[in-house]
């Protein structure tokens, strides 16, 4: 079993959708959750981290930890043909890091 | 300025050839790592460097070799290039003192291997 699962997609959304992407894990001792974006052909860029249980907000963006069901999300409102990308979830303890495999987004206008 | 650099940006090489990939930070980060990206396999870690003095294996570090030259240097060799390491590779930093437990990633180098 791999530590970190997400669903690869690819998932395509008309412009304006609520868009959730989601994660889950095996390894109970992760502390940080992370959430990249990575454009084609571009590195992954950071655009969320949060520690522990709990929500993050910033500004369209929302990420969303449930350590109990070892299960994060990351929410988009008011998705934009800018957010077209990969979006990679990932996790640390002792700053060993653990990367999904990415989930393809396309926001159509 | 990017804060994380990658040279080159693209390689094409032949099989047996010897390759260095470099990476450069501004971040005045103390941990560099090196990954490779294949599609449907997301981010594999080749070696990571918590330190000038400490380099550790990564999971996939056979036919990779690094140098951590300083602080800012992180140079990745492929010591006799094989088909199967074509790839997406990516250096990435983070800050170990600062409790921040976030990686920066630069640009990619794509390599290919004949």
């Known amino acids: 079993q791999k530590e970190v699962e997400q669903d690869p997609g690819p998932l395509s959304v008309p412009e304006g959708a609520i868009v959730s992407l989601n994660c889950t894990y095996s390894?109970?001792?992760?502390?940080?959750f992370m959430w990249y974006r990575q454009y084609s052909r571009k590195g992954p860029e950071l655009l969320m981290y949060?520690?522990?249980?709990g929500n993050k907000e910033d500004g369209r963006f929302t990420a969303q930890v449930d350590k109990s069901s070892k299960y994060i999300s990351l929410f988009i409102r008011d998705s934009q043909p800018s957010d077209s990308a990969t979006y990679l979830c990932?996790?640390?303890?002792?700053?060993?890091?653990?990367f999904g495999t990415g989930t393809s987004l396309t926001v159509i206008p | 300025d990017a804060d994380v650099t990658q040279t080159p940006r693209n390689r094409i090489t032949k099989t047996g050839k010897r390759i260095m990939l470099e990476c450069s930070q501004t971040?005045?980060?103390?941990?560099m790592y090196w990954y490779r990206q294949d599609p449907g396999l997301g981010l594999q870690l080749i070696y990571y460097?918590?330190?000038?003095?400490?380099?550790n294996k990564g999971e996939i570090s056979d036919g990779y070799s690094v140098s951590r030259q300083a602080q800012a240097k992180f140079s990745l060799s492929l010591e006799s290039a094989i088909p199967n390491q074509t790839a997406l590779y990516f250096c990435?930093?983070?800050?170990?003192?600062?409790?921040?437990?976030?990686?920066?990633f630069g640009p990619g180098t794509r390599l290919t291997v004949l």
């Open positions: 990435a930093t983070s800050d170990g003192a600062s409790g921040e437990h976030t990686q920066y």
């Open positions: 390894n109970s001792a992760f502390q940080y």
């Open positions: 949060t520690y522990s249980s």
């Open positions: 990932a996790m640390s303890v002792w700053n060993q890091f653990y």
């Open positions: 971040k005045g980060h103390d941990r």
């Open positions: 460097s918590f330190d000038v003095k400490d380099i």
